[in-house]
């Protein structure tokens, strides 16, 4: 790791003594980033989990991947980051070993399973929208909780080998137990490769079959009286493309210079700037409390339901009284309603 100038094997050192000299302001920055990320990303998804709950508008098959994936960011919110800061404002790890471990393999579970839930998110929206007689049958109840655990079967699994491996270190730069880039060349590489590039291409593939038919839909002359895409119907669409773009744009420089580490260790490493690095990595962290704000902006059955949960606040046993007062016409047969039924048309998903 880089210490003072210099590139130092973080596996020669104690992780507790290692420490970084740094003007207090650095520090100060990077810890109040580190606050209003885990007080954003608990109040926010905990707002997502409660709206899915309370809501009937929003149970559907769809969003049991979004619940997911909100419990993929509350989780680092809850154990990793906290250490993190206790190890910015006491200037290096203090926890012990054993901490050092497990919030490194619960930090790597969350963005695996981050990146998973959005592939799954975005096979769900294409399936819905590109195959709609097959969606009831590969997207029931049932199904949709099966699909969700596997994700998390699979992400658990993708983890593991770091201990094994000895990717799980200390790494002063940046407060964290975290998986270390130089710690094995062709590990990096498929962890880079399959974790984060592979399932990106997966989710651009569908989002853009997805756009193809949602362009193809709003340049329609209707002459068939077919129904035409509303500006909220697109919307509903651009809440997860949202979510997508953002955790890639926000995990994209850490994971590149990942790869350039490990395609070219000793010439790579030396010239990844610290501040670059150490930008990266909290530009990473702070994705996970993005996502419910999206979802407020982007969703009114979302931000409707935010209003009713905080204004609920005050009578907390209204938090978990599910909102059934829609009646029968609004119940959701596990997906939302199409806004166009004919085979082979665009089909957009409220989110």
Request: glycine fraction near 6%.
């Amino acid at each position: 790791m880089f210490m003072n100038g210099s590139y130092v094997n973080s596996s020669a050192l104690d992780p507790s003594e290692q420490a970084l000299t740094r003007p207090p302001w650095v520090t100060t920055t990077l810890g109040g980033l580190l606050i209003f990320t885990i007080v954003v990303d608990i109040l926010g998804n905990l707002l997502v989990i409660f709206s899915v709950y309370r809501n009937k508008k929003l149970r559907n098959a769809g969003n049991v991947f979004v619940v997911s994936l909100a419990v993929a960011d509350l989780v680092v919110a809850l154990y990793p980051y906290p250490l993190v800061l206790v190890a910015i404002f006491r200037r290096g790890w203090r926890m012990g070993s054993a901490h050092c471990q497990a919030s490194g393999f619960v930090m790597g579970v969350s963005v695996v399973g981050s990146i998973f839930n959005i592939a799954g998110i975005a096979v769900n929206r294409y399936c819905y929208i590109c195959h709609s007689l097959a969606y009831d049958r590969l997207f029931s109840g049932r199904n949709s909780a099966c699909y969700v655990l596997l994700i998390w079967a699979l992400t658990v699994l993708a983890i593991v080998p770091n201990v094994f491996v000895g990717s799980l270190r200390y790494d002063a730069r940046v407060y964290s137990c975290t998986f270390v880039q130089s710690a094995s060349q062709a590990y990096t590489i498929a962890v880079v490769s399959f974790h984060f590039l592979l399932p990106i291409g997966v989710v651009s593939y569908c989002y853009l079959r997805i756009w193809v038919l949602v362009i193809r839909a709003r340049r329609r002359v209707k002459p068939d009286g077919r129904p035409r895409l509303t500006p909220h119907d697109v919307r509903n669409f651009v809440t997860m493309f949202a979510v997508f773009v953002l955790f890639a744009v926000c995990w994209a420089p850490l994971n590149l210079i990942g790869l350039a580490v490990a395609l070219m260790p000793r010439q790579a490493a030396p010239l990844v700037p610290e501040w670059l690095f150490v930008a990266s990595y909290f530009l990473a962290y702070f994705n996970s409390c993005l996502n419910a704000i999206v979802y407020g902006v982007l969703n009114q059955n979302f931000r409707r339901e935010y209003k009713r949960i905080v204004g609920a606040a005050c009578a907390p046993r209204a938090l978990f009284v599910a909102d059934d007062s829609n009646g029968t016409k609004e119940r959701l047969k596990g997906k939302p309603s199409p806004i166009m039924t004919n085979n082979n048309q665009v089909r957009v998903d409220s989110v």
